[in-house]
């Protein structure tokens, strides 16, 4: 079960709306905001092993947040200035929340 008070942390989530290509012939892609979002960090940034054997690297964090909104993979999710690709979610529907890993984007 998600506690309300556990969710302390803000977060936006953006989505791809527009694809299209600049003068130059390069590739554009806008990203409109669809929600913003209370969300928990589960995860840090960490360069070292966890004693489960996970590995997570210095441009990783996980969010736990309630299922509304549906995230999916390649969306972006803003958090204190950093910007961040979601992978896709992992969908607890009977606790009523989702965990999204993501990777620091370097754009």
């Known amino acids: 079960m ?3 008070g556990t969710l302390r942390e803000r977060i936006v989530l953006q989505r791809a709306e527009h694809v299209g290509r600049g003068a130059d012939g390069s590739v554009i892609t806008e990203f409109r ?5 209370r969300a928990q960090v589960i ?3 960490s360069s070292k092993a966890f004693s489960n054997g996970e590995n997570w ?8 947040l309630r ?4 995230v999916k993979g390649g969306d972006r999710v803003l958090y204190r200035g950093e910007t961040y690709v979601a992978l896709p979610p992992k ?17």
């Open 2 to 4: 998600l506690n309300a």
């Open 33 to 37: 905001t669809y929600a913003t979002v």
């Open 43 to 45: 995860q840090q940034r």
């Open 57 to 64: 690297y210095p441009t990783a964090r996980s969010f736990k």
């Open 67 to 70: 299922i509304p909104p549906e």
């Open 91 to 107: 969908v607890f529907e009977r606790q009523g929340y989702q965990e999204i890993d993501c990777e620091l984007c370097d754009e």
